[in-house]
């Protein structure tokens, strides 16, 4: 049964404000799910004020919370709006909490400008970028179908000629799978020293993966392992996102004793569209649609508050189905502890429900990586060399 909530026990669980400035997204990737993105709409000023009240307001923010500016392409909006966006966060904050920002872009706009906006305001850049050429061209690709690779490093060099720090999100499919030594040899060459790799998921409107069928673990297994291996003999040693979680994750004093992760504890990511709209659990399930759960919004800022989004049936039956799934979870899988029961959107556009266990994307973000990860430290171990016996 769904755990029994109220507003006062939400306070401090929001890791991430996920904002959308706009769903418009200035290129057409062919595994993307953003249904909206031909949609030019901006966020107004009034709507960023808005999200930052409810957070702070409710004392939501958990110690590390972020907003993240994303869901879309983010540089599409100036970085005059985000000056003006990220004084209106500090003008709702708590006095004395500096409020990180981060911003997730596919890397085709940056240029010196940009790159001034950065350094002054310490955001933290993600750059999406699928790896060389051939990989990225095939499936990152502009509105009239041609390759972004070559301007996307046009991007990246800007950043590290102006010693903006950033990291990459590789997007993996099954022509990923077979090209480790490539990419390795690709990071390595430019220079890239932080990595995440997210699988090519299936949600919303794209309906397979290149991932799915028999063989993918396996094949994720070794690319894993291979990479890995690569980032960590590297002159620079390249840190890869995956790796590094989960070993933050097995160092943590509160090591399974996890119950749930943000995407499956409400309001550990709160999601505000560009209207308004609020979402929460999984940031994607904003802007999708399905039969039960219509369009996965609990809520508007206009009048929404933690108390009133809480009491109403939308987020009810959400929070009873994705904590029965955890559950299921919890009894079922010896991963539990590493991935505290998954991602709602995987489960229910694979599964066709919250409440389940297993995805393509589990086995591949989480049990592959944690054998992978486990397995190198048994490694570690057995070759260490014995300490003296005490005496
Ligand atoms: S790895 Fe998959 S089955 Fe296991 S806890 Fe995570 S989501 Fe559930």
Redesign the pocket.
């Known amino acids: 049964m769904a755990e029994l909530l109220d507003a006062q026990s939400l306070r401090a669980t929001t890791r991430l404000l996920v904002m959308q400035p706009t769903a418009f997204c200035n290129i057409n990737c062919d595994y993307c799910y953003l249904p909206h993105r031909d949609d030019r709409a901006v966020m107004s000023l009034e709507t960023v004020s808005r999200a930052a009240g409810f957070i702070f307001g409710a004392e939501l923010n958990a110690p590390d919370f972020t907003v993240v500016w994303h869901a879309g392409e983010p540089l599409v909006v100036s970085p005059q709006w985000y000056r003006q966006a990220i004084a209106a966060v500090e003008r709702a904050a708590p006095p004395g909490l500096t409020v990180p920002h981060a911003i997730q872009t596919n890397g085709m706009l940056i240029d010196d400008t940009w790159c001034d906006f950065f350094l002054e305001t310490h955001m933290r850049v993600g750059v999406s970028l699928d790896g060389t050429a051939r990989l990225h061209d095939a499936r990152r690709k502009t509105r009239a179908g041609k390759g972004t690779h070559a301007q996307v490093m046009h991007g990246i060099d800007h950043l590290r000629r102006r010693g903006v720090p950033f990291h990459i999100i590789c997007v993996v499919g099954k022509a990923t799978l077979d090209a480790a030594e490539e990419l390795m040899d690709f990071f390595e060459a430019e220079d890239i020293r932080h990595v995440g790799f997210n699988v090519e998921e299936i949600e919303g409107a794209v309906e397979s993966s290149t991932l799915e069928g028999e063989g993918s673990a396996a094949a994720f297994r070794r690319f894993f392992s291979r990479t890995s291996e690569r980032a960590r003999a590297a002159v620079r040693s390249i840190l890869i996102r995956e790796r590094e979680d989960l070993l933050a994750c097995l160092q943590s004093p509160a090591f399974g004793y996890f119950g749930y992760n943000s995407q499956n504890a409400p309001f550990g990511i709160v999601t505000v569209a560009t209207g308004g709209d609020l979402f929460t659990f999984s940031p994607e399930l904003a802007g999708l649609e399905n039969e039960t759960y219509g369009d996965f919004c609990i809520g508007n800022l206009a009048d929404a508050t933690p108390a009133s989004i809480l009491a109403s049936p939308a987020f009810r039956a959400m929070w009873r189905e994705i904590d029965a799934?955890?559950s299921?979870?919890?009894e079922?899988?010896?991963?539990?502890n590493?991935?505290?029961?998954?991602?709602p959107v995987n489960?229910l556009f694979e599964n066709k429900s919250f409440d389940s266990?297993?995805?393509m994307?589990?086995?591949l973000s989480?049990?592959a990586v944690a054998d992978v990860v486990l397995a190198e430290i048994e490694r570690e171990i057995a070759t260490a060399p014995s300490r003296p016996n005490s005496p």
């Open positions: 799934g955890v299921r979870c919890k079922n899988c010896a991963y539990f590493l991935c505290m029961g998954g991602a489960k266990t297993e995805t994307f589990c086995r989480h049990q």
